[in-house]
DNA sequence: TTTTACATTAACCATTTGGTTAAAACAAAC
DNA sequence: GTTTGTTTTAACCAAATGGTTAATGTAAAA
């Protein structure tokens, strides 16, 4: 009892979280949702009282998981170079197993802002936090570039080629979808060699 | 008549691309097309078939009106670094005026790829023919950078930050839209400088 | 074995939504 | 002024959709 609880409690979740980052909150329905849980679509609102709840749910777990990654690579001691090496490689392979997540959160962004910003908060994520200590240690290792430019930039280097995927995967690679996969992996390498390149330029001596 | 004609049509228009822009075409409801343009919903109908059609005129405008620019660009006889600065100039300013865009397409493209691949060709968008001469125009000024790396980068850190406003605006900014945007805006500069500073490593010597 | 409490479902409901229809308004043609 | 063709609207419709309810299953407690 108690375990067949968890079980379809876990199904749902399972379906609700490829639903709706597939399909974004105005575009997934819960009758897609059931099925693909293979349940009775009453019983979603049996333990999510509405879609919007189920979808905070699901939501909020998931920025968490993303978050909690961030916070462990920028405690790590070591240089720029190789939390920059560990932050592409964990986000590339994130997102190469959860090729819809951009979509799915840039229209979380555009539809409700604040509420993600609320979810950040919950989860323990405070981005501001880690603005002040990279400061410091990208200046103590030579380079004048700001902290929100060396994020924004890497961030847009990771997440742009995946979010628009469908497009790069057809007209670059002829709809091979194994060597646009092979090209993403390779760039763990050639955004990291790129950005310390780009770094030379804020290097000051 | 024939004037007002135009006229109606022209403010179902200007009042779908807003709606469909900010909502996507699933959280896009025909009666606030319809309230938006003061014009009675039954007349969306009577202009447009259907969601669906009114929804393609306006994608496949816009695609139109954003592919004929780059075109331009790549044709000019320029040095690598001029294109760069052409492109990236033109491109901050489209999506300064047109915020939510990166947004829409990127739900267009994993909605229907097939689709807006069909609507580049419709517009007479090929990328691929502009490949070629980058390569070689990359080359002969001595970068041994791949084309697409080199604009999939580009494309990266200028749509980006644009599409994650809202979050970057609050978190980087405190909520200041006019330091959002001077921010973007100098963007223009920091970007040639960054990619130009990248591609030194990529220089054959 | 009966009771109890929870899990699951089928049948329904109210609202929303894209779309249709028939009538009214309007402007030009005769 | 009447006819004709087009533009606009109010009223309506069918399907979809999120959500509710009441009945049924089911397993543990008594």
Same mark, same amino acid.
């Given at each position: 009892?108690?375990?067949?609880?968890?079980?379809?409690?876990?199904?749902? +979740?399972?379906?609700?979280?490829?639903?709706?980052?597939?399909?974004?909150?105005? *575009?997934?329905?819960?009758?897609?949702?059931?099925?693909?849980?293979?349940?009775?679509? $009453?019983?979603?609102?049996?333990?999510?009282?509405?879609?919007?709840?189920?979808? $905070?749910?699901?939501?909020?777990?998931?920025?968490?998981?993303?978050?909690?990654?961030? *916070?462990?690579?920028?405690?790590?001691?070591?240089?720029?170079?190789?939390?920059?090496? *560990?932050?592409?490689?964990?986000?590339?392979?994130? &997102?190469?197993?959860?090729?819809? &997540? /951009?979509?799915?959160?840039?229209?979380?962004?555009?539809?409700? /802002?604040?509420?993600? &910003?609320?979810?950040?908060?919950?989860?323990?994520?405070?981005?501001?936090?880690?603005?002040?200590? +990279?400061?410091?240690?990208?200046?103590?290792?030579?380079?004048?570039?700001?902290?929100?430019?060396?994020?924004?930039?890497?961030?847009?280097?990771?997440?742009? /080629?995946?979010?628009?995927?469908?497009?790069?995967?057809?007209?670059?690679?002829?709809?091979?979808?194994?060597?646009?996969?092979?090209?993403?992996?390779?760039?763990?390498?050639?955004?990291?060699?790129?950005?310390? *390149?780009?770094?030379?330029?804020?290097?000051?001596?």
């Amino acid at each position: 009892m108690e375990e067949k609880e968890i079980h379809t409690e876990e199904k749902i +979740l399972n379906a609700a979280r490829e639903v709706f980052i597939e399909k974004g909150m105005a *575009g997934a329905r819960m009758q897609e949702i059931a099925d693909k849980a293979g349940i009775n679509k $009453s019983l979603l609102h049996y333990y999510f009282r509405s879609k919007e709840k189920l979808f $905070s749910f699901i939501f909020s777990k998931l920025i968490g998981k993303i978050g909690s990654r961030i *916070g462990e690579l920028m405690e790590e001691s070591v240089s720029i170079e190789e939390k920059l090496k *560990g932050f592409v490689d964990m986000y590339i392979d994130l &997102l190469l197993n959860n090729p819809y &997540l /951009p979509n799915f959160i840039f229209n979380e962004i555009t539809r409700n /802002p604040d509420g993600l &910003l609320q979810n950040f908060h919950s989860a323990n994520i405070n981005p501001r936090e880690y603005m002040e200590p +990279l400061q410091k240690q990208l200046s103590k290792e030579g380079y004048t570039i700001l902290p929100h430019d060396f994020i924004i930039n890497i961030l847009s280097m990771v997440i742009f /080629p995946v979010a628009a995927r469908p497009i790069i995967e057809r007209l670059v690679f002829e709809g091979n979808k194994d060597e646009y996969k092979q090209y993403i992996l390779s760039r763990k390498e050639s955004i990291v060699k790129y950005v310390m *390149g780009a770094m030379e330029v804020y290097k000051q001596k």
